[in-house]
């Protein structure tokens, strides 16, 4: 039995490596890493043309925001970039969950209602954009935010009116 104890601690002693980094580090660091991985992809791989590169490195990232998460729930910004990262592999609705995690987190952040929005947007969910952008209007009280927040909301609820049409046969394709 002491022969196998040692083996195992000269094994980690000698070979840090083997050990999952993810097991040492905080939720910050994992946070930073996770940010690492998904510029590497977003930035390195993607512009390089390098799809299977990207692929992986977000998958690096996923993984490290959510065990960021997983350690410290309470902190916004692993959900903030774990929706990003969903969002710009077009994983929409991975996207709404993350960003809608990060509201009730968060309420305060305004950016994160834009983030979600624009999510149910790209998924298709208009009139659940308008709504979001209903809520940020409540917080708002800059005029010219204001006149910008109702012009997205028209915008959205059209959108939704029209998707409505087509989806009865009624409507013209654009």
Do not use: W
């Not at 022969?3 to 094994?11: A, G, Q, S």
């Not at 999952?20 to 690492?36: H, K, W, Y």
């Not at 969002?87 to 994160?112: G, M, N, S």
């Not at 308008?130 to 005029?143: N, P, S, T």
């Amino acid at each position: 039995m002491k022969k196998i104890i040692t083996t195992i601690c000269l094994v980690l002693f000698c070979c840090p490596g083997m050990i999952p980094s993810s097991v040492a580090q905080t939720a910050e660091e994992l946070e930073r890493d996770g940010l690492a991985h998904f510029q590497k992809a977003y930035y390195e791989a993607i512009p390089g043309k390098d799809r299977t590169k990207a692929d992986a490195e977000y998958v690096l990232a996923e993984n490290a925001f959510q065990e960021a998460i997983r350690r410290k729930p309470d902190r916004v910004d692993p959900y903030l970039h774990l929706g990003r990262t969903y969002f710009v592999q077009k994983e929409f609705l991975k996207a709404v969950k993350a960003y809608e995690k990060a509201l009730t987190v968060a309420p305060e952040r305004k950016a994160t209602y834009l983030q979600l929005a624009s999510a149910l947007d790209m998924a298709g969910d208009y009139q659940g954009a308008a709504e979001v952008l209903k809520e940020l209007r409540e917080q708002e009280k800059d005029e010219h935010s204001l006149r910008v927040l109702d012009e997205l909301i028209n915008r959205f609820e059209k959108r939704d009116k029209e998707n409505g049409l087509k989806k009865k046969g009624g409507g013209k394709s654009p």
